[in-house]
């Protein structure tokens, strides 16, 4: 949550007791669940996904893309840094149907 309002982003947390519901519901597949889920401008946005790689996807509003997701807690991903190392992972967007593709590697 730091990263985005670092960002620019205007973030209200909402602390519940049992995020799999609030997940269910926003359609996030089961395979890219993490710790952290977001509605941004109407999308889901999952896990660690970099600020930087939101706003693309904001300008870009890819057809039929209900959301982002960053699966796991990789070291380098926005609040899992850990000094210089750097491991690489996926965002991957997903459809409400829970097809994924890869959006961009980091």
Same mark, same amino acid.
């Given at each position: ?17 049992? +995020?799999?519901?609030? =997940? ?6 089961? @395979? ?8 941004v ?16 996807? +904001?300008?870009?509003r ?6 982002? @997701? ?22 991957? @967007? ?6 994924? =593709? ?5």
């Open positions: 949550m730091v990263h985005l309002q670092d960002e620019g982003f205007r973030v209200t947390t909402k602390h519940v007791a049992d +995020l799999t519901e609030v =997940k269910r519901t926003a359609g996030v597949p089961r @395979a890219l669940e993490a710790c952290h889920t977001a509605i401008n109407g999308y889901v946005i999952e896990g660690h996904v970099p600020a930087d790689v939101i706003r693309r996807f +904001l300008k870009e890819p057809e039929g893309v209900a959301g982002l @997701a960053v699966a796991g807690m990789p070291i380098g991903s926005p609040g899992m840094e850990q000094g210089s190392r750097k491991d690489p992972y996926d965002v991957v @967007a997903f459809d409400r149907n829970g097809a994924t =593709k890869v959006y961009e590697r980091r």
